[in-house]
């Protein structure tokens, strides 16, 4: 059975850095997309970075600039690089695989607390 295990969450200052990581145990074929995903306290969830295949980025406009995201494929790992942290990025963060079958896999979430 495929899981995604995320690592990396934790409390930060306000203008401080973390590198969330999130590897596939089991056997993943075919991965395109890799990206992460948040919830932050009473909102919906929403996409913050992805990443193709082709190693094409895409970020949503409150993380351009702050976020890198970057994928090694034979590691099946995704990270997410989070510079210039604001407490309005506080929330769970999740990771998301989506396979070449549009099959997606997701993890467990990791918790991310910015305190001003």
């Known amino acids: 059975q495929v899981q995604l295990v995320e690592s990396g969450g934790g409390l930060v200052q ?13 056997s993943i074929l075919s991965i395109n997309t890799m990206a992460w995903y948040r919830r932050a306290p009473g909102k919906q969830r929403e996409l913050v ?11 949503a406009d409150s993380v351009k600039g702050r976020f890198t995201i970057s994928r090694d494929n034979a590691k099946n790992t995704v990270y997410l690089q989070m510079n ?3 407490p309005e990025d506080t929330g769970v963060y999740y990771c998301n695989f989506l396979n070449r079958y549009n099959f997606n896999y997701w993890g467990q979430g990791t918790q991310v607390t910015v305190s001003s």
Request: glycine share 14%.
């Open 84 to 86: 210039s942290l604001k």
């Open 14 to 26: 306000a203008g401080g850095s973390l590198r969330l990581s999130c590897a596939a145990s089991g």
């Open 49 to 59: 970075a992805s990443i193709s295949s082709g190693r094409s980025t895409s970020y």
